[in-house]
């Protein structure tokens, strides 16, 4: 069994930073890709960012391009999520999940995260 556990959310101005951190533990050998998702009020759940466990190699939904940033730490067991320049669409649950499988990046999440709220203000 994996758990995840979010933490960083928190209510910001436009323009201001967050940052978010996603704690993994249980049975994580072989794991493929971590991810970030939201979901908006009344609005289904979006894929926002992923990145692969073993390379770092990382993708993101063009909406946050060149204004979040995922990262991992090995050691720590730990990925997180660098927001910046937030927009008040960016208000959403965001959700981190772990993926033990080789399809494309938006896809093939096994374990997902309880969430953490993230509130822009304008």
């Known amino acids: 069994q994996v758990q995840l556990v979010e933490s960083g959310g928190g209510l910001v101005q436009a323009g201001g930073s967050l940052s978010l951190s996603c704690a993994v533990s249980?049975?994580?050998?072989?794991?493929?890709?971590m991810g970030w998702f939201r979901q908006a009020p009344g609005k289904e759940r979006e894929f926002v960012a992923a990145?692969?466990?073993?390379?770092?190699?990382?993708y993101y939904t063009d909406s946050v391009k060149g204004r979040f940033t995922i990262s991992r730490d090995d050691a720590k067991n730990t990925m997180y999520l660098q927001m910046n320049s937030l927009k008040p669409e960016d208000t959403a649950v965001y959700y981190c999940?772990?993926?033990?499988?080789?399809?494309?990046?938006?896809?093939?999440?096994?374990?997902w995260g309880q969430g953490t709220q993230v509130t822009v203000s304008s």
């Open positions: 249980g049975r994580t050998f072989s794991r493929n890709k």
């Open positions: 990145i692969n466990w073993s390379n770092s190699n990382t």
């Open positions: 999940a772990a993926s033990w499988s080789t399809t494309w990046w938006t896809r093939g999440y096994n374990y």
